[in-house]
T-cell receptor, first 118, second 111 residues
Framework: NAGVMQNPRHLVRRRGQEARLRCSPM?????VYWYRQLPEEGLKFMVY????????ESGMPKERFSAEFPKEGPSILRIQQVVRGDSAAYFC????????????????FGPGTRLTVL | GQNIDQPTEMTATEGAIVQINCTYQ??????LFWYQQHAGEAPTFLSY????GLEEKGRFSSFLSRSKGYSYLLLKELQMKDSASYLC????????????FGRGTSLIVHP
């Protein structure tokens, strides 16, 4: 049973280019979460999606960042016109059900995509 | 909002016991998670506490005191492979119940 898959594992972009990060959740999971991790910082929540729906994007920067989770295919985190400050590790996680207060469901994380902006 | 505090770094000796503390302040509380993250890898789930007390899982145990806003992760019989970052994450009552992560504690186990 494959875990959460992310690609690419490493991505290098020049300032102003676009970055596309892909995440395939675990089989049977329809809830996807994106996080950003800066050096010496904790995981910062960005966005929570279900198939074809953005449920919570409270952690997403208002400009240049967008996310989707189409009916078919992986979830995509897209960063337009990247800047050096976007350099970070971006992790995707998935869960089988919505995270609920009475549930012990946890999130399963992918290996991350390390984005470097030159 | 939430405020989660963990020590930045700890060192310990192989075979020893280490306790990693996590304190939090939250407007509501709905569970606390501990994850392990090796350098360059994905965080992996270790434990979940929602009620006060100690949860034991093999060499790892996690404790919670809701009244004190405090948790710790206890690692026994340390092995070199336990060198990793340990992330404390707290879930409050709002929004989508998505946990908020602390900065993590980097544990170095030496021979």
């Amino acid at each position: 049973n494959a875990g959460v898959m992310q690609n690419p594992r490493h991505l290098v972009r020049r300032r102003g280019q676009e970055a596309r990060l892909r995440c395939s959740p675990m089989k049977g999971h329809s809830h996807v979460y994106w996080y950003r991790q800066l050096p010496e910082e904790g995981l910062k929540f960005m966005v929570y999606l279900q198939k074809e729906n953005i449920i919570d994007e409270s952690g997403m920067p208002k400009e240049r960042f967008s996310a989707e989770f189409p009916k078919e295919g992986p979830s995509i985190l897209r960063i337009q016109q990247v800047v050096r400050g976007d350099s970070a590790a971006y992790f995707c996680a998935s869960s089988p059900n919505p995270l609920a207060p009475t549930s012990t469901d946890t999130q399963y994380f992918g290996p991350g995509t390390r984005l470097t902006v030159l | 909002g939430q405020n989660i505090d963990q020590p930045t770094e700890m060192t310990a000796t192989e075979g020893a016991i280490v306790q990693i503390n996590c304190t939090y302040q939250t407007s509501g509380f709905n569970g606390l998670f501990w994850y392990q993250q090796h350098a360059g890898e994905a965080p992996t789930f270790l434990s979940y506490n929602v009620l006060d007390g100690l949860e034991e899982k093999g060499r790892f145990s996690s404790f919670l005191s809701r009244s004190k806003g405090y948790s710790y992760l206890l690692l026994k019989e340390l092995q070199m492979k336990d060198s990793a970052s340990y992330l404390c994450a707290v879930r409050d009552e709002g929004g989508s119940y998505i946990p908020t992560f602390g900065r993590g504690t980097s544990l170095i186990v030496h021979p």
